[in-house]
């Protein structure tokens, strides 16, 4: 049992404690209004809830602000991740070039070495 929490609903003076199934609902509002404001006391054995790290409306703006920012952020790393392999690419294509040398010749002949 809670401590502290009265058994039934505090009913108002002129209403009577009696079932009745087609009430306006003025006590289900009531009961309500009681469970609202009740907190659950934790069990000694049960683990104390971790704090978040974020207030709830911090962490749902981060979480909205990952959600808009997820498909650009990958559209980025995937150009990275492509013009990466082009430049190593390229790179490699020179350097599997074969090695030329070009004779100048200067006024029509070899010039001397």
């Known amino acids: ?21 087609n ?3 003025k006590f289900l509002a009531q009961w309500l209004k009681e469970s609202a404001r009740r907190t659950r006391q934790p069990a000694s054995s049960d683990p104390q809830p971790a704090a978040p790290a974020l207030p709830i ?3 749902s703006a ?4 990952l959600g808009r920012a997820k498909w650009p ?11 990466q392999y082009f430049y190593a690419d390229v790179m490699v294509q020179i ?5 030329m040398i070009f004779f100048i010749l200067i006024n029509g002949q070899m010039p001397p070495v």
Do not use: C, W
């Open 1 to 21: 049992m809670i401590h502290g929490v009265p058994r039934k609903p505090e009913v108002p003076a002129n209403e009577t404690d009696e079932y009745r199934p």
């Open 23 to 25: 009430d306006s609902g």
């Open 57 to 59: 409306a911090q962490e």
């Open 62 to 65: 981060f979480q909205s602000l």
């Open 73 to 83: 952020l990958i559209a980025v790393l995937v150009a990275i991740a492509f013009l």
């Open 95 to 99: 350097a599997s070039l074969p090695a």
